[in-house]
């Protein structure tokens, strides 16, 4: 199927997708037209709104107004255009803030013009995913605003939290295969939108542990507050000795919150017809990605070192993407890859223990 971009447009969405995200533009790049641009798409517009969230250094209030005019304009198709201008000028009044996110909200006028090229029925089977994932977060921002950066305080408020951040993309991709995939249908279709959102929270709380010094840095703590009381501990403890046995408790305990998501996110993964191969391989690769990373974090005190990066490498990506290009089209099969990895995941939580 021809794409429904122009040239332009399609060049453009195709590499801000592979500056913006390593693991989706993998995942995306495996999936069959319409749904690789549609996906692709709403993955930018879903990074914009994620980029006016996260960019601390601009002031709260700034950005909560510019989340709530994105809810109430971003998707209207009379106002998308000015809407995405005045995301593109509220960036470019910060020249400081650089990275390829910002640059992403400084081209957003190219990603909505993508957005409006898209099959209407995609279109509105975007817009309340994305319309809640903007409402919910200005509410983040203003809670942020509320005191000295962002803290959580329970495991309940984390999974609120990473809801609106990524629960909301899985009710999003659902909405998508439900509208793409002809053999979604009846209980099958039912059984995916019963995990939709544990899709989202297993791959969300996972980026939550990679990225938890970076945020710290900022001003931001994702790590709930009774979580850290639990173990008697306080910040500056668990970032001053990562090491510590506390310290790795921690992050066990978060892994195990996680593990919970990552295993309905199989089944959110096995609930895609067998006769959608790439959509199955989209939704698999990071979930794989996600226990390998999981398994690094234990295994190492770099998810609490500001000195070491949490990344997976190069080779362990090749090797995983190979396995599920393998695995993709058998339950049996790809149950069983999943149980490798999450088995890799329990040994170094028994390890910790």
């Known amino acids: ?6 040239p332009e447009l399609l060049d453009y969405t195709r590499q801000a997708l592979e500056r913006v995200s390593r693991t989706f533009a993998l995942g995306i ?3 069959r037209d319409p749904l690789r641009d549609e996906i692709g798409v709403a993955y930018l517009i879903c990074r914009v709104l994620d980029t006016i969230e996260d960019t601390t250094d601009i002031p709260a209030q700034a950005r909560i107004d510019l989340l709530k005019r994105s809810h109430a304009e971003l998707l209207t198709q009379s106002q998308t255009l000015t809407c995405a201008e005045a995301i593109k000028t509220f960036f470019k009044e910060f020249p400081g803030i650089s990275g390829d996110d910002v640059e992403l909200c ?3 006028g190219l990603v909505m013009q993508a957005w409006l090229a898209l099959d209407s029925r995609a279109r509105l089977a975007m817009q309340p995913p994305i319309l809640e994932m903007a409402a919910g977060m200005a509410q983040t921002v203003e809670r942020e605003m509320q005191g000295e950066g962002l803290q959580l305080r329970s495991a309940e408020d984390l ?10 993309v899985g009710k999003l991709l659902t909405r998508l295969f439900a509208l793409r995939l002809d053999g979604l249908r009846g209980d099958a279709l039912t059984g995916l939108e019963s995990r939709a959102v544990d899709f989202g929270l297993g791959l969300q709380i996972t980026n939550v542990i990679k990225g938890i010094t970076g945020d710290f840095q900022r001003g931001i703590v994702y790590f709930p507050e009774d979580m850290l009381r ?5 910040l ?7 090491s510590s046995p506390q310290a790795q408790a921690a992050i066990a305990m978060m892994a195990r919150h996680t593990l919970k998501y990552l295993d309905s996110a199989l089944d959110y ?3 895609i017809p067998a006769d959608a191969p790439d959509v199955r391989e989209f939704c698999a690769l990071p979930l794989l990605f996600a226990l390998r990373t999981l398994e690094y974090a234990l295994r190492t005190p770099a998810a609490l070192n500001a000195s070491e ?4 490498t190069r080779a362990e990506v090749y090797a995983l993407t190979e396995a599920v290009e393998s695995a993709k089209a058998s339950d049996v099969v790809l149950r069983e890859l999943f149980a490798q990895e999450r088995a890799r995941v329990d040994a170094q939580l028994a390890a910790s223990m």
């Open 1 to 6: 199927m021809t794409s429904p971009l122009s």
């Open 106 to 108: 400084r081209n957003a």
């Open 29 to 31: 790049s495996k999936l």
């Open 309 to 312: 990066e949490l990344k997976i």
């Open 236 to 242: 500056d403890q668990l970032f001053g000795d990562p």
């Open 230 to 234: 639990g173990l008697g501990l306080d």
């Open 159 to 168: 999974d609120r939290y990473c809801y609106y951040v990524a629960g909301t």
């Open 269 to 271: 993964t096995l609930a």
